[in-house]
Protein backbone atom coordinates (compact mmCIF):
# COMPACT_ATOMS: atom_id res chain seq x y z
CA UNK A 1 0.00 0.00 0.00
CA UNK A 2 1.67 3.17 -0.96
CA UNK A 3 2.25 5.69 2.22
CA UNK A 4 0.58 9.32 2.22
CA UNK A 5 3.05 11.99 1.70
CA UNK A 6 3.79 14.49 4.81
CA UNK A 7 1.77 17.50 3.19
CA UNK A 8 -1.50 15.14 2.17
CA UNK A 9 -1.52 13.59 6.12
CA UNK A 10 -1.13 16.56 7.35
CA UNK A 11 -4.28 18.54 5.43
CA UNK A 12 -6.03 15.58 5.90
CA UNK A 13 -5.69 16.20 9.95
CA UNK A 14 -6.52 19.59 9.18
CA UNK A 15 -9.58 18.80 7.20
CA UNK A 16 -10.46 16.24 9.58
CA UNK A 17 -10.45 18.23 13.03
CA UNK A 18 -11.78 21.55 10.90
CA UNK A 19 -14.77 19.24 10.19
CA UNK A 20 -15.46 17.70 13.55
CA UNK A 21 -15.03 21.36 14.90
CA UNK A 22 -17.13 22.56 12.65
CA UNK A 23 -19.84 19.85 13.10
CA UNK A 24 -20.17 20.32 17.01
CA UNK A 25 -20.19 24.29 16.00
CA UNK A 26 -22.97 23.37 13.91
CA UNK A 27 -24.80 21.09 16.30
CA UNK A 28 -24.51 24.07 19.30
CA UNK A 29 -25.83 26.55 16.54
CA UNK A 30 -28.81 24.82 15.72
CA UNK A 31 -30.13 23.90 18.71
CA UNK A 32 -29.53 27.90 19.65
CA UNK A 33 -30.98 28.48 16.79
CA UNK A 34 -33.89 25.93 17.61
CA UNK A 35 -34.48 27.71 20.47
CA UNK A 36 -34.69 31.33 19.21
CA UNK A 37 -37.51 30.21 16.98
CA UNK A 38 -39.22 28.43 19.18
CA UNK A 39 -39.01 31.16 22.14
CA UNK A 40 -40.00 33.84 18.83
CA UNK A 41 -43.21 31.72 18.66
CA UNK A 42 -43.61 31.40 21.89
CA UNK A 43 -44.17 35.22 22.88
CA UNK A 44 -47.64 36.29 20.53
CA UNK A 45 -48.50 33.10 22.49
CA UNK A 46 -47.93 34.59 25.98
CA UNK A 47 -49.64 38.00 24.99
CA UNK A 48 -52.68 36.27 23.89
CA UNK A 49 -52.88 33.84 26.84
CA UNK A 50 -52.64 37.21 29.16
CA UNK A 51 -55.69 38.48 27.15
CA UNK A 52 -57.94 34.84 27.74
CA UNK A 53 -56.83 34.65 31.40
CA UNK A 54 -58.02 38.42 32.46
CA UNK A 55 -61.42 37.63 30.25
CA UNK A 56 -61.65 33.95 31.47
CA UNK A 57 -64.71 34.47 33.44
CA UNK A 58 -66.62 36.38 30.30
CA UNK A 59 -65.56 33.63 27.82
CA UNK A 60 -66.57 30.54 30.41
CA UNK A 61 -70.07 32.40 31.45
CA UNK A 62 -70.87 33.58 27.96
CA UNK A 63 -71.43 30.52 25.14
CA UNK A 64 -71.59 32.85 22.32
CA UNK A 65 -68.12 34.62 23.38
CA UNK A 66 -66.79 30.91 23.79
CA UNK A 67 -67.68 30.05 20.70
CA UNK A 68 -66.23 33.03 18.90
CA UNK A 69 -63.25 32.36 21.25
CA UNK A 70 -62.77 29.06 19.92
CA UNK A 71 -62.61 30.23 16.34
CA UNK A 72 -60.09 32.50 17.28
CA UNK A 73 -58.62 29.38 18.80
CA UNK A 74 -58.86 30.31 22.54
CA UNK A 75 -60.16 27.99 24.80
CA UNK A 76 -61.55 27.40 28.31
CA UNK A 77 -61.46 23.97 30.20
CA UNK A 78 -61.41 22.25 33.19
CA UNK A 79 -58.36 19.36 32.19
CA UNK A 80 -55.06 20.32 30.65
CA UNK A 81 -55.47 20.73 26.79
CA UNK A 82 -51.93 19.23 25.76
CA UNK A 83 -52.17 15.50 24.41
CA UNK A 84 -50.59 13.24 27.15
CA UNK A 85 -46.68 11.98 26.06
CA UNK A 86 -46.62 14.93 24.07
CA UNK A 87 -43.01 16.72 24.04
CA UNK A 88 -42.92 20.03 25.98
CA UNK A 89 -40.62 23.11 25.73
CA UNK A 90 -39.27 24.12 28.38
CA UNK A 91 -37.80 27.18 27.17
CA UNK A 92 -40.81 28.48 25.49
CA UNK A 93 -42.60 27.38 28.70
CA UNK A 94 -40.00 29.40 30.78
CA UNK A 95 -40.55 32.70 28.45
CA UNK A 96 -44.27 32.42 28.34
CA UNK A 97 -44.06 32.40 32.60
CA UNK A 98 -41.55 35.37 32.53
CA UNK A 99 -43.91 37.25 30.46
CA UNK A 100 -46.78 36.22 32.36
CA UNK A 101 -45.73 37.20 35.77
CA UNK A 102 -44.25 40.46 34.64
CA UNK A 103 -48.03 41.54 32.96
CA UNK A 104 -48.57 40.29 37.20
CA UNK A 105 -50.35 36.83 36.38
CA UNK A 106 -50.25 34.20 38.55
CA UNK A 107 -50.36 30.77 37.22
CA UNK A 108 -49.83 27.30 38.66
CA UNK A 109 -47.99 26.00 35.64
CA UNK A 110 -47.77 26.67 32.15
CA UNK A 111 -47.39 23.72 29.36
CA UNK A 112 -46.17 24.27 25.42
CA UNK A 113 -45.71 21.85 23.31
CA UNK A 114 -45.88 21.87 19.38
CA UNK A 115 -48.49 20.03 17.22
CA UNK A 116 -47.26 18.96 13.82
CA UNK A 117 -50.37 19.12 11.11
CA UNK A 118 -48.50 16.50 9.30
CA UNK A 119 -47.85 18.88 6.01
CA UNK A 120 -44.90 20.51 5.68
CA UNK A 121 -46.97 23.98 7.17
CA UNK A 122 -45.20 25.25 10.16
CA UNK A 123 -46.09 23.24 13.32
CA UNK A 124 -48.78 24.30 15.41
CA UNK A 125 -48.17 25.86 18.80
CA UNK A 126 -50.31 25.01 21.79
CA UNK A 127 -49.75 26.71 25.13
CA UNK A 128 -51.67 26.54 28.25
CA UNK A 129 -51.91 28.18 31.69
CA UNK A 130 -53.22 26.64 34.87
CA UNK A 131 -55.52 29.78 36.43
CA UNK A 132 -55.41 29.91 40.23
CA UNK A 133 -58.78 28.36 40.54
CA UNK A 134 -57.23 25.34 38.30
CA UNK A 135 -59.15 26.43 35.33
CA UNK A 136 -57.12 25.76 32.04
CA UNK A 137 -56.56 28.43 29.37
CA UNK A 138 -55.04 27.32 26.07
CA UNK A 139 -54.19 29.05 22.64
CA UNK A 140 -53.23 27.85 19.44
CA UNK A 141 -51.29 29.80 16.97
CA UNK A 142 -48.46 29.42 14.40
CA UNK A 143 -45.30 27.20 15.69
CA UNK A 144 -41.42 27.97 15.66
CA UNK A 145 -40.72 28.72 11.70
CA UNK A 146 -38.91 25.14 10.40
CA UNK A 147 -35.00 25.05 10.39
CA UNK A 148 -34.31 22.81 7.23
CA UNK A 149 -33.75 26.12 5.09
CA UNK A 150 -31.98 28.63 7.80
CA UNK A 151 -29.48 24.38 8.05
CA UNK A 152 -29.00 24.80 4.58
CA UNK A 153 -27.44 28.67 5.08
CA UNK A 154 -25.35 27.10 8.41
CA UNK A 155 -23.89 24.80 6.35
CA UNK A 156 -23.06 26.91 2.93
CA UNK A 157 -21.31 29.44 5.97
CA UNK A 158 -18.91 26.34 7.10
CA UNK A 159 -18.02 25.20 3.64
CA UNK A 160 -17.16 28.80 2.82
CA UNK A 161 -15.20 28.57 6.52
CA UNK A 162 -13.69 25.27 5.77
CA UNK A 163 -12.55 26.78 2.36
CA UNK A 164 -10.56 29.67 3.75
CA UNK A 165 -8.77 27.54 6.20
CA UNK A 166 -7.92 24.81 4.00
CA UNK A 167 -6.79 27.17 1.01
CA UNK A 168 -3.90 29.07 2.56
CA UNK A 169 -3.18 25.68 4.21
CA UNK A 170 -2.83 23.88 1.26
CA UNK A 171 -0.91 26.49 -0.15
CA UNK A 172 1.32 26.28 2.36
CA UNK A 173 2.01 22.78 2.53
CA UNK A 174 2.58 22.71 -1.54
CA UNK A 175 5.04 25.44 -1.31
CA UNK A 176 6.73 23.27 1.78
CA UNK A 177 6.40 19.66 0.09
CA UNK A 178 8.02 20.72 -3.27
CA UNK A 179 11.25 22.16 -1.40
CA UNK A 180 11.22 18.75 -0.13
CA UNK A 181 11.08 17.36 -3.30
CA UNK A 182 13.25 18.97 -4.73
CA UNK A 183 15.47 18.34 -2.20
CA UNK A 184 14.51 14.31 -2.12
CA UNK A 185 15.35 14.24 -5.78
CA UNK A 186 18.54 15.71 -5.48
CA UNK A 187 19.77 13.49 -2.67
CA UNK A 188 18.76 10.69 -4.91
CA UNK A 189 20.50 12.03 -8.01
CA UNK A 190 23.88 12.66 -5.54
CA UNK A 191 25.91 9.68 -5.68
CA UNK A 192 29.41 11.20 -4.92
CA UNK A 193 30.15 11.36 -9.00
CA UNK A 194 28.64 14.62 -9.83
CA UNK A 195 29.07 17.69 -8.90
CA UNK A 196 26.87 18.99 -5.91
CA UNK A 197 23.85 20.97 -7.28
CA UNK A 198 22.90 22.48 -4.20
CA UNK A 199 18.97 23.04 -3.59
CA UNK A 200 17.65 26.72 -3.08
CA UNK A 201 17.33 27.24 0.50
CA UNK A 202 13.49 28.30 0.08
CA UNK A 203 10.28 27.08 2.69
CA UNK A 204 10.11 27.33 6.77
CA UNK A 205 12.70 27.73 9.03
CA UNK A 206 13.31 23.93 9.96
CA UNK A 207 13.09 22.78 6.27
CA UNK A 208 15.68 25.14 5.23
CA UNK A 209 17.94 23.74 8.01
CA UNK A 210 17.16 20.52 6.48
CA UNK A 211 18.04 22.35 2.95
CA UNK A 212 21.20 23.99 4.57
CA UNK A 213 22.50 20.81 6.21
CA UNK A 214 22.09 18.21 3.17
CA UNK A 215 23.81 20.79 0.89
CA UNK A 216 26.52 20.69 3.31
CA UNK A 217 26.73 17.13 3.32
CA UNK A 218 27.06 16.60 -0.48
CA UNK A 219 29.94 19.17 -0.47
CA UNK A 220 31.69 17.37 2.28
CA UNK A 221 31.14 14.14 0.19
CA UNK A 222 32.16 15.20 -3.03
CA UNK A 223 35.34 16.78 -1.07
CA UNK A 224 36.42 13.67 0.14
CA UNK A 225 35.81 11.70 -2.31
CA UNK A 226 38.03 13.80 -4.10
CA UNK A 227 40.25 13.72 -1.91
CA UNK A 228 40.22 9.69 -2.15
CA UNK A 229 40.82 10.17 -5.75
CA UNK A 230 44.04 11.89 -5.15
CA UNK A 231 45.38 9.44 -2.48
CA UNK A 232 44.41 6.71 -5.11
CA UNK A 233 46.32 7.97 -7.41
CA UNK A 234 49.51 8.59 -5.14
CA UNK A 235 49.45 4.90 -4.49
CA UNK A 236 49.19 3.78 -7.88
CA UNK A 237 51.79 5.66 -8.43
CA UNK A 238 53.84 4.79 -5.54
CA UNK A 239 53.04 1.37 -5.99
CA UNK A 240 53.41 0.78 -10.17
CA UNK A 241 57.16 1.94 -9.60
CA UNK A 242 58.52 -1.49 -7.08
CA UNK A 243 55.95 -3.88 -9.27
CA UNK A 244 57.71 -2.52 -12.29
CA UNK A 245 61.45 -3.39 -11.02
CA UNK A 246 60.46 -6.37 -9.40
CA UNK A 247 59.16 -7.71 -13.24
CA UNK A 248 62.56 -6.37 -14.71
CA UNK A 249 64.63 -8.30 -11.41
CA UNK A 250 62.68 -11.50 -12.59
CA UNK A 251 63.24 -10.80 -15.89
CA UNK A 252 67.21 -11.78 -14.69
CA UNK A 253 66.27 -15.11 -13.17
CA UNK A 254 68.02 -17.98 -14.98
CA UNK A 255 65.90 -20.92 -14.57
CA UNK A 256 63.13 -20.94 -16.56
CA UNK A 257 60.47 -22.52 -14.55
CA UNK A 258 61.24 -19.98 -11.69
CA UNK A 259 61.53 -16.98 -13.61
CA UNK A 260 57.77 -17.81 -15.46
CA UNK A 261 56.46 -18.49 -11.92
CA UNK A 262 57.49 -15.29 -10.67
CA UNK A 263 56.22 -13.19 -13.83
CA UNK A 264 52.77 -15.02 -13.31
CA UNK A 265 52.78 -14.18 -10.01
CA UNK A 266 54.06 -10.40 -10.42
CA UNK A 267 51.36 -10.30 -13.15
CA UNK A 268 48.83 -11.66 -10.99
CA UNK A 269 49.83 -9.05 -8.20
CA UNK A 270 49.60 -6.57 -10.25
CA UNK A 271 46.31 -7.38 -11.90
CA UNK A 272 44.70 -7.24 -8.44
CA UNK A 273 46.04 -4.31 -7.45
CA UNK A 274 44.93 -2.66 -10.60
CA UNK A 275 41.34 -4.49 -10.11
CA UNK A 276 41.28 -3.17 -6.28
CA UNK A 277 42.60 0.64 -7.35
CA UNK A 278 39.42 -0.34 -10.10
CA UNK A 279 36.76 -0.76 -7.28
CA UNK A 280 38.03 1.80 -5.26
CA UNK A 281 37.72 4.35 -7.70
CA UNK A 282 33.85 3.55 -8.29
CA UNK A 283 31.54 6.34 -7.36
CA UNK A 284 33.74 8.91 -9.34
CA UNK A 285 33.56 10.05 -12.49
CA UNK A 286 35.10 8.37 -15.27
CA UNK A 287 34.70 11.00 -18.14
CA UNK A 288 32.05 12.31 -20.06
CA UNK A 289 28.80 10.55 -21.02
CA UNK A 290 28.75 10.02 -25.00
CA UNK A 291 26.65 8.49 -27.46
CA UNK A 292 28.30 4.35 -27.50
CA UNK A 293 27.28 2.22 -30.37
CA UNK A 294 26.92 -1.06 -28.36
CA UNK A 295 27.21 -3.52 -31.75
CA UNK A 296 30.65 -1.69 -32.72
CA UNK A 297 31.62 -2.07 -29.01
CA UNK A 298 31.79 -5.61 -28.95
CA UNK A 299 32.99 -5.95 -31.80
CA UNK A 300 36.39 -4.34 -30.52
CA UNK A 301 36.60 -5.88 -28.09
CA UNK A 302 36.04 -9.67 -29.99
CA UNK A 303 38.99 -8.50 -32.37
CA UNK A 304 41.00 -7.15 -29.67
CA UNK A 305 40.84 -10.44 -27.43
CA UNK A 306 41.35 -12.53 -31.37
CA UNK A 307 40.46 -15.41 -29.69
CA UNK A 308 38.79 -18.37 -31.41
CA UNK A 309 36.14 -19.81 -28.00
CA UNK A 310 34.76 -16.01 -28.00
CA UNK A 311 31.94 -15.95 -30.55
CA UNK A 312 29.84 -12.18 -31.44
CA UNK A 313 26.08 -12.08 -32.49
CA UNK A 314 25.21 -8.50 -32.57
CA UNK A 315 23.14 -8.24 -36.07
CA UNK A 316 21.60 -4.37 -35.11
CA UNK A 317 22.69 -1.35 -34.05
CA UNK A 318 22.04 -0.63 -30.59
CA UNK A 319 23.19 2.82 -28.97
CA UNK A 320 22.90 3.77 -25.34
CA UNK A 321 24.46 6.79 -23.78
CA UNK A 322 26.92 6.10 -21.55
CA UNK A 323 30.75 6.43 -20.60
CA UNK A 324 32.63 4.47 -23.45
CA UNK A 325 35.70 3.44 -20.50
CA UNK A 326 34.03 2.33 -17.94
CA UNK A 327 31.51 0.10 -20.02
CA UNK A 328 34.28 -1.00 -22.35
CA UNK A 329 36.26 -2.45 -18.93
CA UNK A 330 33.01 -3.91 -17.41
CA UNK A 331 32.21 -5.89 -20.27
CA UNK A 332 36.25 -6.92 -21.19
CA UNK A 333 35.59 -8.40 -16.90
CA UNK A 334 32.70 -10.20 -17.87
CA UNK A 335 34.20 -11.96 -21.42
CA UNK A 336 37.69 -12.58 -19.08
CA UNK A 337 35.96 -14.12 -17.00
CA UNK A 338 33.95 -16.52 -19.16
CA UNK A 339 36.81 -18.20 -20.95
CA UNK A 340 38.34 -18.26 -17.74
CA UNK A 341 35.74 -20.34 -16.17
CA UNK A 342 33.78 -21.61 -19.04
CA UNK A 343 36.76 -22.61 -21.62
CA UNK A 344 33.93 -20.51 -24.31
CA UNK A 345 32.37 -17.52 -24.39
CA UNK A 346 29.65 -15.82 -26.42
CA UNK A 347 29.11 -12.37 -26.42
CA UNK A 348 26.05 -10.85 -27.80
CA UNK A 349 24.07 -7.72 -28.40
CA UNK A 350 20.66 -6.60 -28.99
CA UNK A 351 17.67 -4.36 -28.18
CA UNK A 352 14.62 -5.74 -26.10
CA UNK A 353 12.00 -2.56 -25.87
CA UNK A 354 13.51 0.58 -24.47
CA UNK A 355 16.75 -1.58 -23.06
CA UNK A 356 19.64 -2.65 -24.35
CA UNK A 357 21.15 -5.78 -23.31
CA UNK A 358 24.79 -6.86 -23.38
CA UNK A 359 24.94 -10.67 -23.06
CA UNK A 360 28.09 -12.90 -21.57
CA UNK A 361 27.20 -16.62 -21.64
CA UNK A 362 29.88 -18.65 -20.67
CA UNK A 363 29.96 -23.39 -20.69
CA UNK A 364 31.20 -23.73 -17.02
CA UNK A 365 29.87 -25.11 -13.48
CA UNK A 366 27.58 -21.88 -13.43
CA UNK A 367 26.37 -20.08 -10.31
CA UNK A 368 23.83 -21.34 -8.02
CA UNK A 369 20.46 -19.49 -7.86
CA UNK A 370 20.71 -18.37 -4.43
CA UNK A 371 24.35 -17.56 -4.89
CA UNK A 372 24.15 -14.81 -7.19
CA UNK A 373 23.31 -12.11 -5.41
CA UNK A 374 26.42 -12.70 -2.94
CA UNK A 375 28.44 -13.36 -6.22
CA UNK A 376 27.98 -9.30 -7.07
CA UNK A 377 28.94 -8.09 -2.90
CA UNK A 378 32.40 -6.58 -3.09
CA UNK A 379 34.86 -9.09 -1.82
CA UNK A 380 32.69 -12.41 -1.75
CA UNK A 381 33.98 -15.62 -2.99
CA UNK A 382 31.98 -18.89 -4.06
CA UNK A 383 32.54 -21.95 -2.52
CA UNK A 384 31.60 -23.48 -5.77
CA UNK A 385 35.02 -22.30 -6.44
CA UNK A 386 34.16 -20.47 -9.86
CA UNK A 387 37.87 -18.32 -8.50
CA UNK A 388 39.73 -20.97 -5.82
CA UNK A 389 41.72 -21.89 -9.40
CA UNK A 390 42.52 -18.95 -10.63
CA UNK A 391 42.91 -16.51 -7.58
CA UNK A 392 40.85 -12.84 -7.30
CA UNK A 393 39.37 -11.19 -4.73
CA UNK A 394 35.70 -11.12 -5.52
CA UNK A 395 35.65 -7.68 -7.19
CA UNK A 396 34.88 -8.74 -10.83
CA UNK A 397 31.43 -8.87 -10.53
CA UNK A 398 30.99 -6.32 -8.06
CA UNK A 399 32.72 -4.02 -10.51
CA UNK A 400 30.55 -4.54 -13.14
CA UNK A 401 27.66 -4.13 -11.06
CA UNK A 402 28.78 -0.80 -9.80
CA UNK A 403 29.49 0.24 -13.56
CA UNK A 404 25.77 -0.72 -14.64
CA UNK A 405 24.39 1.30 -12.01
CA UNK A 406 26.44 4.21 -12.64
CA UNK A 407 25.00 4.40 -16.23
CA UNK A 408 21.61 4.27 -15.23
CA UNK A 409 20.94 -0.01 -15.81
CA UNK A 410 22.36 -3.13 -13.92
CA UNK A 411 23.59 -6.41 -13.96
CA UNK A 412 21.94 -9.52 -14.37
CA UNK A 413 22.71 -13.43 -13.66
CA UNK A 414 21.16 -16.23 -14.85
CA UNK A 415 20.63 -19.49 -16.17
CA UNK A 416 20.90 -20.00 -20.17
CA UNK A 417 18.06 -21.13 -22.15
CA UNK A 418 19.55 -24.46 -22.90
CA UNK A 419 22.63 -26.48 -21.40
CA UNK A 420 24.73 -25.37 -18.43
CA UNK A 421 26.73 -22.44 -17.42
CA UNK A 422 25.85 -18.43 -16.66
CA UNK A 423 24.78 -15.63 -18.32
CA UNK A 424 25.64 -12.17 -17.37
CA UNK A 425 23.39 -9.68 -18.89
CA UNK A 426 24.09 -6.00 -18.69
CA UNK A 427 20.53 -4.31 -19.37
CA UNK A 428 21.01 -0.28 -19.81
CA UNK A 429 18.60 2.40 -21.24
CA UNK A 430 18.32 2.41 -25.18
CA UNK A 431 18.53 5.45 -27.35
CA UNK A 432 15.75 5.26 -29.87
Known amino acids: MKRLTLATQIALVVALALFVAQSINFVFAAQNRQNQLVNSAALPAAERLLTAANNADMLDSRPVIRRMARQRRVAISDISPIPEGAERLPSAERVIAEALTAEGLITRQIQVVTLDPGSRDRPTLLAAAQLEDGRWVSVRGRGPRPLRPLLGALIL ?38 VPMPVPVKGPRDVRALITAVNGMETRIADMMGEKDVMLGAIGHDLRTPLTALRIEAETVE ?97 DGDSAVICVRDHGPGISADQRKAAMRPFERLEASRNRGTGGHGLGLAIVSAVARAQGGRLELADPAEGSGLEARIILPRLS
Open 157 to 194: QYFIIGLIVLIPTLLLLRRTSRSMRRLTKTAEEFDGTN
Open 255 to 351: NDSQRAALIDQIEALHAQFEQLLDFARLGRAAGSTEIVALDDLARTIVAERATPPLTLEASEPVRVSAQPGPLRRAIDNLVGNALRYGERAELSVRA
